[in-house]
T-cell receptor, first 113, second 117 residues
Framework: GNSVTQMEGPVTLSEEAFLTINCTYT??????LFWYVQYPGEGLQLLLK?????DKGSNKGFEATYRKETTSFHLEKGSVQVSDSAVYFC????????????FGKGTHLIIQP | ETGVTQTPRHLVMGMTNKKSLKCEQH?????MYWYKQSAKKPLELMFV???????ENNSVPSRFSPECPNSSHLFLHLHTLQPEDSALYLC????????????????FGPGTRLTVL
């Protein structure tokens, strides 16, 4: 079946630091890949998405590239802000017999001023 | 009106109570989902509805009973829960069950924080 592995953290960085959150996956076929973000006390918000190999999703300064050869979808941002503090989830789109998303455990990101 | 709303936002119930969680989407979508988010575990898909028909039940105990009266509303009826059922319950919707990658993005509500005593 489908599965997602991501670093759990917490990951603590200083403001303006470079961010990478690793995500690797196993999947049947080639589903879409997603990053969702969850701020304290809230539900999940879609951050970015890529639908096929070599696609790059981007939003709010975050980027991730769909790498079929390494089965990865690492999240990056060049200069993080305190407001980026949240939990980030990597997810696989429906496939392999499942209609829902398959999520990683989430990475808690803490940005210090 | 925001895209996906859930009520109540917080719920405390005893093991013998019966309660219901409500989800409403204002996005014109046809597919709706219930997920469970427990501490230190990945989000778990519970139920999926497409055009009001249940398409997936991920081995969820019968003390959880979903209902989808129309494409805009989704309920989760709860009875005789256990303390380990305490979690954040998230509702989501998408345009339809994914047949194309242009329609597989799911949009989430804020969740209901459930505590079972």
């Amino acid at each position: 079946g489908n599965s997602v592995t991501q670093m759990e953290g917490p990951v603590t960085l200083s403001e303006e630091a470079f961010l990478t959150i690793n995500c690797t996956y196993t999947a049947t076929g080639y589903p879409s890949l997603f990053w969702y973000v969850q701020y304290p006390g809230e539900g999940l918000q879609l951050l970015l998405k890529a639908t096929k190999a070599d696609d790059k999703g981007s939003n709010k300064g975050f980027e991730a590239t769909y790498r079929k050869e390494t089965t990865s979808f690492h999240l990056e941002k060049g200069s993080v802000q305190v407001s980026d503090s949240a939990v980030y989830f990597c997810a696989l789109g429906p496939g392999g017999g499942a209609d829902g998303l398959t999520f990683g455990k989430g990475t808690h990101l803490i940005i210090q001023p | 009106e925001t895209g996906v709303t859930q009520t109540p936002r917080h719920l405390v119930m005893g093991m013998t109570n019966k309660k219901s969680l409500k989800c409403e989407q204002h996005l014109g979508h046809n597919a709706m989902y219930w997920y469970k988010q427990s501490a230190k575990k990945p989000l778990e898909l519970m139920f999926v509805y497409n055009f009001k028909e249940q398409t997936e039940n991920n081995s969820v105990p019968s003390r959880f009973s979903p209902e989808c009266p129309n494409s805009s509303h989704l309920f989760l009826h709860l009875h005789t829960l256990q303390p380990e059922d305490s979690a954040l319950y998230l509702c989501a919707s998408s345009q339809e069950i994914a047949r194309a990658r242009s329609t597989d993005t799911q949009y989430f509500g804020p969740g209901t924080r459930l505590t079972v005593l």
